[in-house]
């Protein structure tokens, strides 16, 4: 059976701690062999095949609301680098976006991703680069008023380039906290997946003056060696 993540982030742990050794194969990357036995080893993966999400990225967001509540029922949110939708199986109870759950008000969730999605009851999806020219209006004039929660998880494919990867990142976060900006009902959330690195800085000054309180969080499902957190903005000053 698989075993329950313990909340302690485990996944970094050395090679002498793993249950399930990948033997290198011919024709296959050393890299790929350290993913696959990454894969392989980690709680998370194991819960989200066994509760039905589509990633263990579901987890870090429930993680994050479990501690900062915003998907509450009838949060109109957005959720931008949707794919595959783990994110948004978690949000769509929560907002209670199927109007499932009487008496409570029904919220409402757009997400949007480069790549398509596989529908998921509740959500409407889109595939759209949010960094082209007319992204942002378009995803505007599909909201058709204010949102109380941008959720931003958006990150470009690696390029291995350590830096590289950290401006790109930052550029898509930027572009999510623009977004945001205009859209936010006032004491809205702005979530946004930042990689540390050194320009995220100019961020943080940005959205300390636009909300009430910016908190940085490392979830416990954010695998420990990967330098990824998240900047949880609440309270919007409109
Ligand atoms: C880590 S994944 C998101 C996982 C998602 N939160 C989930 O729970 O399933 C990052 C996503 O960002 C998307 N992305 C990267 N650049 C983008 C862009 N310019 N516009 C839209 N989506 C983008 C990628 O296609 C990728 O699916």
């Excluded at 505007?140 to 590289?164: C, P, R």
Aim: charged share 30%; with cysteine.
């Amino acid at each position: 059976m698989a075993k329950k993540p313990t909340g302690k982030n485990t996944s970094g742990r050395g090679q002498r701690d793993l249950k399930v050794k990948v033997k290198t194969a011919r024709g296959r990357k050393l890299s790929s062999t350290r993913w696959l036995q990454r894969q392989l080893n980690d709680p998370y993966v194991a819960r989200a095949r066994k509760e039905g999400y589509r990633g263990r990225a579901a987890f870090k967001i429930m993680e994050l609301d479990d501690k900062f509540r915003f998907l509450v029922p009838g949060a109109r949110v957005v959720d931008l680098g949707c794919a595959p939708g783990g994110w948004i199986q978690v949000a769509v109870p929560r907002i209670n976006a199927l109007g499932e759950k009487s008496g409570k008000a029904q919220g409402r969730i757009i997400g949007i991703d480069l790549q398509e999605v596989e529908p998921i009851a509740g959500a409407e999806i889109h595939q759209l680069d949010f960094l082209d020219e007319d992204a942002d209006d378009k995803v505007k004039e599909w909201l058709g008023g204010k949102a109380d929660v941008v959720m931003s998880d958006m990150a470009a494919a690696s390029s291995g380039h350590k830096q590289t990867d950290h401006l790109r990142i930052m550029a898509l976060c930027e572009a999510a906290a623009y977004f945001a900006f205009d859209v936010l009902e006032e004491g809205g959330t702005f979530v946004a997946k930042v990689l540390a690195g050194g320009a995220e800085g100019d961020l943080q000054k940005l959205l300390k003056q636009k909300f009430a309180k910016v908190a940085n969080v490392k979830p416990p499902a954010s695998r420990a060696d990967s330098s990824e957190k998240f900047v949880v903005a609440t309270g919007f000053r409109g």
